[in-house]
Nanobody, 124 residues
Framework: EVQLVESGGGLVQAGGSLRLSCAAS????????IAWFRQAPGKEREGVAC????????VYNEFDKGRFRISRDNVKNTVFLEMSGLNPWDTAVYYC?????????????????WGQGTQVTVSS
């Protein structure tokens, strides 16, 4: 059974940093791309970042590229999202997801497997 468990969310002040983790099990982790999505209150879920099986990182939003970093540890079967320079509009539930594919996608429909999400709240 594919399982994804996020952790590391919390309350942080504007300008602060957080490191989110996504622990995976139930599939061959090293062969799969893993993505992070987020859903802010009243908004649609959007892709944040993705990392391929070959460790190629992708951050989808231009504004996030200098603030967010995605990485993976194939020994711990974990993907990380390091976020810095957080702003109140980064407040959202952050999800990790996989489609068990080798390459990345920003399309939500390409990811049938999701974690339960972790709440990130940034205060002004």
């Amino acid at each position: 059974e594919v399982q994804l468990v996020e952790s590391g969310g919390g309350l942080v002040q504007a300008g602060g940093s957080l490191r989110l983790s996504c622990a995976a099990s139930g599939f061959t982790f090293k062969d799969a791309a893993i993505a992070w999505f987020r859903q802010a209150p009243g908004k649609e879920r959007e892709g944040v970042a993705c990392i391929t099986r070959l460790f190629t990182p992708i951050v989808y939003n231009e504004f996030d590229k200098g603030r967010f970093r995605i990485s993976r540890d194939n020994v711990k079967n974990t993907v990380f999202l390091e976020m810095s320079g957080l702003n109140p509009w980064d407040t959202a539930v952050y999800y990790c997801a996989t489609g068990l594919r080798r390459t990345c996608s920003a399309a939500e429909g390409d990811f049938p497997y999701w974690g339960q999400g972790t709440q990130v709240t940034v205060s002004s």
